[in-house]
């Protein structure tokens, strides 16, 4: 349909799509927005800011009618399972429908009990190209890659105009395949790309507060997920040692990664209880998992985590991987054979104290910007102290410049709006004269 026949008189304007941001235009994180087309709203993302704590309550955004005077909306579509884009789900009222990816749901469910997840009781899931209806508002989701599984853009029409959300997105981890899919086969037409710029960097300062920072515009430095797999390889043949490589256990590109970086350089992969609990709940056969099609997959369980089963009484936890169980004296006996891969940073001071660290090394796999906080600057200390090397393998789980423009211009859109991002000068510099940025909480039409 074209979009100037609608409308109930031929010469009556359309009625406009149109798009607020909630939170999102000028920071990385807590990404919200909502469209709207005539009385429908809809809302895509309801992240918490990064600067809040996990304990710390954020109000949801005003004037999106969450409270009982205002009109609904008819869903709120979640992008993926990062807590930048979810995290206020929970104060959602009950009757709001929520979307997401059927993995990403699931992953959060299984991360619950681990303090870092929570049961969104979805009200349906996301499928790559597969559209769906809410109101006037048809959304198709495409698959993304990213850093946290099963992410998604969204691509929004209503009212004959189109809207791509980019959520958080890449080319070079190990759905790049996507990415690619997504430029020789992009949809048509968009009229506006609400695109991530999680990379842009304001000349001469620091990464500031990304929690996945890339490096610059064509610069070789970004390592795909292959490449950091080949290097943690090396890294782990040239170790005698155990090493134990600090990670997102949701992050389930760098499990993939660090399994076959174990295979590599011949030894078995071991993680914590937590990170089983994630890898089982992709329901994936080919992420390695706990269980009997996986005989070089291992549990050691942190004492706090079997402190935490202890309390809870469910004890069923450890009884289910209870055949791949190992304890410190495998560890030591077994020590360069074998690779940690999980939430063990907390751990390490008892490794060292038991000598299981000797002729091995810890590795960081994730944003160095943490270790400049004080857990990371604790980690460094008692590390120096034993000798133990740190040791860095890490990608970004955002897309280079480079790549955002090739996205730009595989979709040709009328005009690019930026979000997830701190560095609005170079992303515009960088993707040209089709940038018209807006600040929270205006609204703009698509
Ligand atoms: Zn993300």
Known sequence: ?????????????????????????????????????????????IGKPLTAAWGDVVPLPEAIGFDDNGARPLGVIISHGHQDHWGLAPQLPSDIPVFIGEGAADILRAAEFWGSGVDLHEAGHLHDRVPFTLGPFTITPYQADHSAYDAFSLLVEAGGRSLFYTGDIRGHGRKASAFEGLLTDPPSPVHTILMEGTSFRVPGTDPGTDPEPTEHLGCPETLTESEVEVELADTLKAMTGLV????????????????????????????????????????????????????????????????????????????????????????????????????????????????????????????????????????????????????????????????????????????????????LDAYASAVGGVVQPHADGTWWTV
């Open 1 to 45: 349909m074209n979009a100037s026949s609608v409308g109930a008189e031929p010469s009556s304007e359309p009625t406009p799509l149109e798009v607020r941001i909630h939170r999102g235009a000028h920071e990385i994180g807590g990404n919200c927005v909502e469209l709207r087309h005539g009385p429908d709203t809809l809302i895509l993302d």
């Open 244 to 423: 134990v490589v600090l990670g997102s256990a949701q992050n389930i590109d760098r499990l993939v990664t660090v399994y076959r970086a174990a295979l590599r350089s011949d030894r078995d992969l071991v993680v914590d209880l937590y990170t089983a609990d994630i890898a089982a709940a992709t329901g994936r056969p080919s992420i390695p998992a706990v269980g009997d099609a996986w005989p070089r997959v291992h549990v050691f369980a942190p004492l706090r985590q079997r402190v935490r089963v202890k309390e809870s009484g469910e004890f069923d936890r450890v009884e289910r991987v209870k055949d791949r169980r190992l304890f410190a004296e495998q560890l030591r006996e077994r020590a360069g054979e074998l690779v940690l891969f999980g939430a063990y940073q907390g751990e390490i001071p008892s490794l060292i104290r038991d000598g299981l660290l000797a002729g091995g090394a810890v590795v960081w796999s994730m944003w160095d910007g943490y270790l400049g906080e004080p857990s990371g600057q604790r980690l460094q200390k008692v590390l120096q102290a034993a000798n133990v090397p740190l040791i860095q393998h890490h990608t970004s789980g955002h897309a280079t410049p480079a790549d955002l423009v090739r996205l730009v211009d595989a979709l040709k859109p009328e005009v690019v709006v930026s979000i997830h991002t701190e560095a």
